[in-house]
């Protein structure tokens, strides 16, 4: 099960690999744990605040990338089966 709440560290603190390991967490109790209503809300809020995190994680290493790399980048394709 997720962490309680006076356990956690605030999203804030988290590295990215940690917010993904509790949202992974998180996603695990939500769907194989009988929660009453208000702890699943509250994981599910939770589960929010951390998909912010790690979109926003995400977004700043792009940008990154396309900065170094400028016009180099090489849009990535998909092997066909």
């Avoid at 929010?48 to 792009?62: P, T």
């Amino acid at each position: 099960m997720a962490k309680t709440k006076s356990t956690q560290k605030p999203v804030e603190e988290l590295t990215y690999e940690e917010a993904v390991a509790e949202l992974e967490s998180i996603v695990d109790a939500l769907e194989s744990e009988q929660n009453p209503l208000e702890e699943a809300m509250k994981l599910f809020e939770r589960g929010q605040e951390l998909v912010k995190k790690c979109g926003a994680a995400l977004e700043s290493a792009q940008l990154k990338v396309q900065k170094l790399a400028g016009d180099s980048l090489i849009p990535f394709e998909e092997e066909s089966e």
